[in-house]
């Protein structure tokens, strides 16, 4: 597709249980960024893959969470054990990889958990 | 490493009313600066951005910012705003070495009030 792609677009979890969001970039894009939005909140950084570079995970809230990158481009944000303050809109974004392009963003993944 | 400031949450303005929003950044290397737009219940997207030369920079919008190096801010500006503006904006900065990341500031929302 044309833009960067998020799925699922919706998911509602049950407290504790494992969650999978995907992200697919947009075709030659070599970096790749997770923000985390909560109600009311900004952007929250969590992870940031670039090339062949080892990811900075420097924004992951905690262990519960991680991502992989493969071949890449598609990207999987996972969350497990997840608990209700994990609520909130997951977004994938994507650029050439320099600093001076455009991050384009996906619509996002909302998560709820009950 | 850098950082962004937003320190208003909140700007409420009147139709055709100018408006400023404020934006600081920190960062001990060179940097381009961003600011994206998010509209209600859509996506994030570009909304200017400056990369060199010209320290003032346009939107097709109407809205403008000024990079300042000596004030390390970004400042985005409309002279009279319109309903259509009402958003949430996101100053952005990056350096300008190879693979640098994108770090947001924490977001203004806009509202504008008939």
């Known amino acids: 597709g044309a833009g960067v792609s998020q799925s699922p677009s919706n998911k509602v979890t049950e407290k504790g249980k494992d969650v999978e969001l995907r992200c697919d970039p947009i075709?030659?894009?070599?970096?790749l960024y997770w923000y985390r939005q909560s109600l009311g909140q900004g952007l929250e950084f969590l992870i940031y893959?670039?090339?062949?570079?080892?990811?900075?995970k420097s924004g992951l809230p905690s262990d519960r969470f991680s991502a992989e990158r493969t071949g890449g481009s598609v990207s999987t944000l996972t969350i497990q054990r997840t608990q209700q303050e994990d609520s909130a809109v997951y977004l994938c974004?994507?650029?050439?990889?320099?600093?001076?392009?455009?991050?384009?963003f996906g619509e996002g993944s909302w998560l709820t958990v009950v | 490493a850098q950082s962004v400031t937003q320190l208003d949450s909140q700007v409420p303005v009147f139709e055709e009313a100018p408006v400023e929003l404020r934006c600081n950044y920190s960062?001990?290397?060179?940097?381009?600066l961003f600011w994206y737009v998010q509209y209600p219940n859509q996506g994030l997207q570009l909304l200017l951005k400056?990369?060199?030369?010209?320290?003032l920079v346009e939107s097709i919008n109407g809205f403008e910012a000024e990079f300042n190096k000596s004030q390390t801010s970004f400042h985005l500006r409309k002279p009279s705003v319109h309903i259509s503006d009402t958003a949430e904006y996101f100053c952005?900065?990056?350096?300008?070495?190879?693979?640098?990341?994108?770090?947001f500031g924490t977001g203004t929302q806009l509202k504008v009030e008939l």
């Open positions: 974004a994507s650029t050439q990889g320099r600093g001076r392009n455009t991050i384009y």
């Open positions: 075709s030659g894009h070599t970096a």
């Open positions: 893959f670039q090339g062949n570079s080892a990811p900075d």
């Open positions: 960062s001990s290397v060179s940097v381009y």
């Open positions: 400056y990369l060199s030369g010209s320290t």
């Open positions: 952005a900065v990056s350096g300008t070495g190879e693979g640098n990341k994108l770090t």
